[in-house]
C-alpha cells in the first residue's frame, strides 16, 4: 500500500489523534472514505460471493420452561446440535425483558452518538482493564481499519470502580454485565449436559468469570463495498453472548456462505469460543464471523459480554478436558500454557481484542 505520496500510518494517526472515531467521520458528511479504511481485493471480494439469502440462519432457541423435565432434554439437544453444526445460536425466552434490552442498547447508542469533545475524554488505547474507548482496537497493527468505534469495559475480575464507567451508560453497562451473566451461566450449564458433564462444572472452572463488555457502533458507511464493519475472525474466549440492534450487518460462516444473522426482536446471540471448542475437544465449534459495514443511515449497535476463565493458575496448562477423552475420542489439541495461548492470540494484527483473528493459532495448537 506504501506509495511516494500516501504515507498511510500519518493518515491513522491522524485520525487516531482526532478522536473523532468512525462516527466522527460517518457524521462529518464525506462521501468517500479515507483510504486506509479501504481493504484488500481478496477481502471486498468475498463480500460479493455472499450468498445468504438460501439459508434458514442460526438455530433458534427457545429457553422457557428451562427446568422442566420434559423440556430440558430437547433444549440440551438443541444447543448442543447448533454448538456443533454452527458455533452460533439466537435465545429468546431467555428471562431478561425486551424493555432491559432495549435500555442497554439506547444507553450504548447514547454514548456513541454524545459530542465528539465529550467522547473525546475517555479516548485510550489501553486493553486489559478498566474502560478503553477507541475506533479499531487493532489500528495500528491490521492491514485495514473497520467501519466501527467500541466502547470496552473490564467488568471482572479486576474490580472496576463503576466512576470508570461514562456516566451516560453506567447504570445500563452494570445492570447488563449482571443480567448477560445470568443467561451466560444458564446456557453452560446446557453445553455441559450436552457434553455429558455435570451442569456446573464450567463454573467450578471460572469459564463466566472474566468479562468484557464491549459496546459496538458501526456508523452509516457511505462506501460500504470497500471497507468492513469487523473482519472475519472467531472470538478467543470461553463463550460470547451478542445483542444487537434491529440494524443488520453480523453474518456467520457455514461451510462456504456467510449467512446473515438477522436481527430478532428479544433475541440474543451466544456463540461458542476458541477457549471452549478446545476444551470439548473439537466438539463445540468456534466459527468465523464478520460484520459488513452499514449501509443503512442508523448506525448498527451491538454490545458484546465477552466471558473467559478467571485466573490460569501459574503452570497449569489446558486442553480438552480428560472426561470428555477416550480410546475412540482421543485429544485432538494439545495443552498449552497461559503464555502459548496468549502468544498465540495476540501476536497478530486483529481486528477488536479481545476478539479477533486467529487462524495461525489453531494451526499450531492443533496436534494432528
Ligand atoms: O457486532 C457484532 O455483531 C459482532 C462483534 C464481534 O464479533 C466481536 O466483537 O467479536
Ligand atoms: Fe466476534
Not at 473523532?20 to 464525506?30: A, E, F, Q, Y
Not at 455472499?50 to 438443541?78: A, E, F
Not at 497493527?141 to 470508570?164: G, K, N
Not at 495443552?335 to 495476540?346: G, I, R, S, V
Amino acid at each position: 500500500m506504501a506509495s511516494a505520496d500516501y504515507d498511510r500510518m500519518k493518515e491513522v494517526k491522524e485520525f487516531d489523534e482526532s478522536k473523532m472515531g468512525v462516527k466522527g467521520l460517518s457524521d462529518s458528511g464525506i462521501t468517500s472514505i479515507p483510504r486506509f479504511f479501504i481493504h484488500p481485493p481478496q477481502t471486498l471480494s468475498q463480500l460479493k460471493s455472499s450468498s445468504s439469502s438460501s439459508s434458514p440462519g442460526i438455530p433458534m432457541i427457545d429457553l422457557s420452561n428451562l427446568d422442566s423435565p420434559h423440556h430440558r432434554p430437547k433444549i440440551v439437544d438443541q444447543i448442543r446440535e447448533a454448538s456443533k453444526t454452527w458455533g452460533f445460536f439466537q435465545v429468546i425466552n431467555h428471562g431478561v425483558a425486551v424493555s432491559a434490552l432495549e435500555e442497554t442498547i439506547n444507553a450504548i447508542k447514547s454514548f456513541h452518538e454524545q459530542p465528539q469533545q465529550v467522547k473525546a475524554k475517555h479516548y485510550v488505547r489501553e486493553e486489559g482493564r478498566g474502560v478503553m474507548y477507541a475506533s479499531n482496537n487493532d489500528l495500528y497493527r491490521s492491514e485495514a481499519a473497520s467501519w466501527h468505534d467500541s466502547l470496552q469495559v473490564w467488568m471482572a475480575p479486576q474490580p472496576l470502580e463503576v466512576e470508570q464507567i461514562p456516566e451516560i451508560c453506567r447504570r445500563e453497562v452494570v445492570a447488563w454485565d449482571t443480567r448477560a451473566k445470568t443467561v451466560a451461566e444458564s446456557v453452560m450449564k446446557l453445553l455441559c449436559e450436552g457434553l455429558g458433564l455435570e451442569s456446573g462444572k464450567f463454573k467450578e472452572l471460572t469459564f463466566s468469570d472474566t468479562r468484557v463488555l464491549v459496546g459496538h457502533c458501526y456508523p452509516y458507511c457511505p462506501q460500504p463495498d470497500l471497507t468492513m464493519g469487523i473482519i472475519s475472525h472467531t472470538d478467543p474466549v470461553v463463550l460470547t453472548v451478542l445483542l444487537q440492534n434491529q440494524v443488520p450487518g453480523l453474518q456467520v460462516k457455514h461451510g462456504d456462505e456467510w449467512v446473515d444473522v438477522k436481527p430478532v426482536p428479544g433475541g440474543l446471540i451466544i456463540n461458542v469460543g476458541d477457549f471452549l471448542q478446545i476444551v470439548s475437544n473439537g466438539e463445540y465449534k468456534s466459527v468465523q464471523h464478520r460484520v459488513l459495514a452499514n449501509s443503512c443511515k442508523e448506525p448498527r449497535i451491538s454490545i458484546v459480554m465477552f466471558f473467559n476463565l478467571a485466573k490460569w493458575k501459574d503452570s497449569n496448562s489446558y486442553g480438552p478436558l480428560p472426561e470428555l477423552l477416550s480410546p475412540e475420542k482421543p485429544a485432538i489439541y494439545s495443552n498449552f500454557t497461559q503464555k502459548e495461548y496468549n502468544d498465540n492470540f495476540y501476536s497478530k494484527g486483529l481486528d477488536s481484542n479481545p476478539s479477533s483473528i486467529r487462524l495461525q493459532y489453531k494451526i499450531t495448537i492443533i496436534m494432528w
